[in-house]
């Protein structure tokens, strides 16, 4: 019921294209689909996140989208570049009254110039 | 800085001593968390606290591991008996402000290494 499944585990990827990552989940009761960004030596920060009631939301050149029936959430960076070389998680949890967010293994971004 | 804060930020211990480790949360937020990352892998929830009430804690959190959370303000972690699987990123994570209560901030993290 806790399981997040991320992937893929590694992704290369130019400067200026698009990065993709996905997450499924197995918890129908997560109700809150953060990713987070994580650098080397750094904790992680958030990125966007997104509540079951939209498919979709984009933040800059961010962008999550969400498919409740599938139980998976994606996290799609355009026009990458070398500063978003880092390791995303994908972090489903509950809501205002409960807690922890069940983080997926991580994906690490390496984005080429 | 009004960020999460975490001390010390690396801690090299010998099996069997203990350590404790402190997070300063955010000011004023309510909720305070501990997670505990290894090399490769996700951050892994310990504990979690709401004021000073520790709510929850996970099966990971063996008897050798205690977290307080006194007035509500700080929280410390502490490993009795250190073991080399304890060995770790042991992160403090706070949410709670009155505009964004889901968004976990997460502090730097103490790297524990256990020889």
């Known amino acids: 019921q806790q399981q997040v499944k991320q992937s893929p585990q590694s992704l290369i990827v130019q400067k200026g294209g698009i990065s993709i990552i996905n997450c499924a989940y197995e918890?129908?009761?997560?109700?809150?689909f953060p990713w987070y960004q994580q650098f080397p030596g750094k904790g992680p920060a958030l990125l966007i996140a997104i509540r079951p009631d939209v498919s979709e939301k984009k933040e800059g050149r961010f962008t999550i989208s969400f498919n409740k029936s599938a139980k998976q959430f994606s996290l799609h960076i355009m026009d990458s570049q070398p500063g978003d070389s880092a390791t995303y998680f994908c972090?489903?949890?509950?809501?205002?009254?409960?807690?922890?967010?069940?983080f997926g293994t991580g994906t690490r971004l390496q984005v080429f110039p | 800085d009004t960020g999460v804060s975490q001390d010390p930020r690396h801690k090299i211990t010998k099996r069997g001593q203990n350590v404790t480790f402190r997070c300063d949360p955010i000011?004023?937020?309510?909720?305070l968390y501990w997670y505990r990352q290894t090399l490769g892998q996700g951050p892994e929830f310990l504990t979690y606290?709401?004021?000073?009430?520790?709510?929850?804690k996970s099966r990971l959190l063996s008897d050798r591991f205690s977290a307080e959370r006194p007035k509500g303000s700080f929280s410390t972690l502490e490993i009795q008996r250190t073991e080399q699987g304890d060995s770790a990123m042991y992160l403090c994570?706070?949410?709670?402000?009155?505009?964004?209560?889901?968004?976990?901030?997460f502090g730097p993290g103490t790297r524990l290494t256990v020889l």
């Open positions: 000011s004023e937020h309510n909720r």
């Open positions: 606290f709401q004021n000073e009430a520790q709510l929850e």
């Open positions: 972090a489903p949890g509950g809501s205002y009254n409960t807690d922890k967010l069940i």
């Open positions: 918890n129908t009761a997560f109700d809150y």
């Open positions: 994570a706070s949410s709670g402000d009155l505009t964004r209560t889901d968004t976990q901030y």
